[in-house]
């Protein structure tokens, strides 16, 4: 049964993702807006989603602390897991505005994040300062891609931008809608399978739960980035792709944080600030580098990122089996 669930997580997962870059097309031709701004806005804040209900949830039930270790989590896995899966694929080109504008913002989040949490409390107007940020900025994406000539914006669109045209608004919204529902659907599902998969191949290791919360599950919640990520980059549309990754991170710790911590103040224990921070931090530099070096991010730079990740679990489950 459990393998049925995974199974059928994994394709309600790679149909709505299908969907979703659909309907992410359509609506950015309708509104004359980029696809990198959709890609940045409505695709990452849709993949998101599930962990913002989370940490929502777990703060008005008096657990505010879950937001932490799942923001910071899924940060890494975005980047160092997903991207370097995506662009073992397909390789991506990085646009300029993704180097100047979204990963100075992305970068921005991180740093305020680390900041807010120094003193072991991330409190409600810390909170308040990260959500303002994220209003503004999105504002600011908007309407500066707004501001781009319908030619620019076709271009962008590419070999799409036809089909795109004659697609009515109506059900460019709806492929929208029903790509984010099968992602948070399909992420469920894919969880709660590859889990209980999980758990039987693990039964008899007494560390069996730490093991899967930091591989199964981490890899699941990043499930929907994953498939929307890789998607568009096989249709040719690397802006959605990698405005979602980035998108999804700046999204995690402006909204997730933010709402968070206005709900119920968020504690952070030293060792998140001692040992996953730092990871945090070590790969959002990183990418700084992957994306500054040459003109596109390569199966190369993908290896790398992926190692990284791999470098990131191996140390978790060797700190977990008391072997460092």
């Not at 993702?17 to 950015?28: I, P, Q, R, Y």
């Not at 319908?150 to 590419?158: G, M, N, Q, T």
Request: glycine fraction near 10%; include cysteine.
């Amino acid at each position: 049964m459990d393998y049925l669930i995974l199974l059928l997580g994994l394709g309600v997962l790679i149909v709505g993702g299908e969907f979703l870059v659909k309907g992410a097309v359509g609506c950015s031709t309708a509104f004359k807006i980029s696809p990198l701004v959709i890609g940045m806005t409505v695709v990452s804040f849709g993949t998101s989603a599930p962990e913002l209900l989370v940490s929502i949830q777990s703060a008005m039930d008096g657990n505010p602390g879950i937001a932490i270790g799942n923001v910071v989590g899924s940060n890494i896995a975005n980047i160092a897991l997903v991207l370097g899966i995506t662009v073992l694929i397909f390789p991506i080109m990085v646009e300029r505005q993704t180097k100047v504008i979204d990963y100075p913002m992305m970068l921005l989040a991180t740093l305020l994040f680390y900041v807010f949490s120094l003193d072991n409390l991330i409190a409600w107007w810390e909170g308040a300062i990260l959500f303002t940020v994220l209003v503004s900025f999105t504002i600011y994406l908007i309407t500066t891609s707004r501001k781009k000539t319908k030619k620019a914006i076709e271009a962008e669109l590419d070999d799409d931008i036809e089909e795109a045209m004659k697609t009515p608004f109506w059900k460019s919204s709806t492929f929208l809608l029903i790509g984010l529902v099968g992602l948070f659907f399909g992420s469920g599902w894919f969880v709660d399978g590859a889990v209980g998969v999980a758990e039987t191949l693990l039964a008899d290791n007494p560390d069996k739960d730490s093991i899967i919360g930091v591989t199964v599950v981490a890899f699941g919640t990043s499930a929907p980035e994953l498939i929307a990520s890789t998607v568009a980059a096989f249709r040719k549309q690397t802006d959605i792709s990698v405005g979602n990754l980035i998108g999804s991170n700046i999204f995690n710790v402006f909204a997730v944080i933010g709402i968070t911590s206005m709900v119920n103040p968020i504690e952070v224990t030293n060792s998140v600030l001692g040992f996953d921070m730092y990871w945090m931090l070590a790969i959002s530099a990183l990418l700084f580098l992957i994306i500054w070096i040459g003109s596109h991010i390569g199966r190369l730079k993908g290896s790398i990122l992926l190692l990284s990740y791999i470098a990131y679990v191996s140390v978790i489950l060797m700190k977990i089996n008391g072997v460092i």
